[in-house]
Nanobody
Framework: QVQLVESGGGLVQPGGSLMLSCIAS????????MAWYRQAPGKQRDLVAAIGSGGDTNVAEAVKGRFTISRDNNAVYLQMNSLKPEDTAVYYC??????????WGQGTQVTVSS
């Protein structure tokens, strides 16, 4: 059974930092790209950052310079610094291949508020 389990979300003040983790299990994900998406209430789910199986990364303009994505075997991480209230959202982990196979995690809430 394939599972992606996110952790590390929570409440943080503006300017603070959080690190999200996503641990994938049930199969080997070394040939999969992995990504973080986020969805704020009433908005669509948007890509935050992605990392390929070879380590190449893609980061959304809205978080460039503040967020860093990294991976280690079947885990992917999102280091979030200088957090802003507009970063408040549910953050989802995704593992995907370009043949169309993909898996989602259940999401973790990040709230940036004073």
């Amino acid at each position: 059974q394939v599972q992606l389990v996110e952790s590390g979300g929570g409440l943080v003040q503006p300017g603070g930092s959080l690190m999200l983790s996503c641990i994938a299990s049930g199969k080997t994900f070394t040939t999969y790209a992995m990504a973080w998406y986020r969805q704020a209430p009433g908005k669509q789910r948007d890509l935050v950052a992605a990392i390929g199986s070879g380590g190449d990364t893609n980061v959304a303009e809205a978080v460039k310079g503040r967020f860093t994505i990294s991976r280690d075997n079947n885990a992917v991480y999102l280091q979030m610094n200088s957090l802003k209230p507009e970063d408040t959202a549910v953050y989802y982990c995704k593992a995907f291949r370009y043949d169309g196979d993909y898996y989602w995690g259940q999401g973790t809430q990040v709230t940036v508020s004073s």
